[in-house]
């Protein structure tokens, strides 16, 4: 594991001799809790058959975090993988990954599979938004890829961004709004509450139908 920052953690898991994970980019595991509770994680990097990564956001600090700060390298997990419907189904000419906090793990997924390993040739666009612009991690990962492929640019976003570095104060539906997706775009969106229902609000506005987006909630939305 590595700890980017207090808030932040990233793990690679290594499957037990034998076992085969055959999955999707921004599928998610289960993972069993020793209390018999279940936590869902997204796989953060493109799929491999022995391995995955899962990036964990440790402030919620319920039972499923609890148990992944305490794990020590070397111990077994039990999960239940693959899960999931956030996954590339067609081809579209512009593509928009929009991610807040540790929603980036499933979006960093596909965008990776569909770069590295199917050679996708499409535009990709990912705009990530953070509270605090010090959380962000994976810049130099974004910059090499942007660098390699014509096709990848991005966008990071945070609460307190100073300008500095790159990092605007925006909300992600206002960076959409800048960069006007043509008709024929799809979206694939992660995050918390409040970033999904703003930007499936300025979708919808704006003429994308649920056709055209693609999303998991990683916590569900407070009703009221
Ligand atoms: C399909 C799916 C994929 C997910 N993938 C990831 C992932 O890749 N990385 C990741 O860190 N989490 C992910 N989550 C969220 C994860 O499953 C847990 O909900 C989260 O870790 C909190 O679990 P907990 O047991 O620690 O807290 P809980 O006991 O469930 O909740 C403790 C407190 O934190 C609040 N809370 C619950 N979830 C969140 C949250 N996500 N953000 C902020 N506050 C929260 C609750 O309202 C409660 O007040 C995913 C969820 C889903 C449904």
Redesign the pocket.
């Known amino acids: 594991m590595e700890q980017f920052n207090d808030r932040f953690w990233h793990f690679w898991f290594q499957l037990e001799t034998g076992q085969q994970l055959e999955r999707l980019a921004g599928q ?1 595991v289960s993972i069993l ?1 020793p209390d018999g ?1 279940r ?4 796989m ?1 990097d493109e799929p491999k058959t022995q391995q995955f990564e ?13 148990y ?1 700060r305490q794990l020590q390298p070397g111990e077994t997990v039990e999960i239940l993988a693959p ?2 419907q ?1 996954v590339v189904k067609g081809r579209a000419a512009q593509n928009y990954l929009l991610a807040s ?3 980036i ?2 979006l960093r997924s596909i965008v990776r599979d569909q770069l590295l390993t199917q050679k996708n040739t499409d535009e990709w666009t990912l705009i990530w938004s953070m509270s605090h612009e010090s959380d962000f991690f994976w810049r130099d990962e974004w910059a090499q890829l942007a660098a390699g492929h014509q096709n990848f640019d991005y966008y990071l976003l945070a609460d307190d961004a100073t300008g500095e570095g790159g990092i605007q104060k925006m909300f992600v539906p206002e960076q959409l709004a800048l960069l006007s997706p043509p008709a024929e775009s799809h979206f694939y969106l992660c995050g ?1 509450p409040v970033m999904m229902a703003a930007c499936q609000k300025w979708l919808t506005e704006h003429g994308f139908g649920p056709e055209m987006v693609t999303l ?4 569900v939305p407070k009703r009221g």
């Open positions: 998610y809790l509770q936590r869902a994680y997204s953060a899962l990036l964990i956001d440790m402030l919620p600090a319920g039972a499923g975090v609890t992944l899960l999931g956030l906090g540790s929603g793990s499933p918390g998991e909630h990683f916590q």
